[in-house]
């Protein structure tokens, strides 16, 4: 039953099992790094997944203006990313 998955536009799609990424466990090895030094304090993110599903979370110190700028800074420069790719 589960031989093949048909996409909504009909092509196959090969369920291969999930590769890490090793950019990103990277990163937030450097960012955990970080944290348990007490130099992050907060953090909020968005993540996909890979289905493609998009999730996020937040933790930490996040009340205040200064995130929300970062987060601004970040949309701003994905978005950059995205339309450049088009």
Excluded: W
């Amino acid at each position: 039953m589960s031989a093949q998955v048909v996409n909504l536009n009909g092509t196959v799609r090969l369920t291969e099992p999930p590769q890490p990424n090793e950019t990103l466990v990277q990163e937030l090895e450097r960012l955990l790094q970080a944290a348990r030094a007490g130099q992050i304090v907060g953090m909020a993110g968005a993540y996909q997944h890979q289905d493609r599903v998009v999730t996020y979370s937040y933790a930490g110190a996040v009340g205040g203006f200064g995130v929300l700028g970062g987060l601004d800074c970040l949309k701003e420069r994905l978005l950059r990313l995205v339309l450049s790719h088009d």
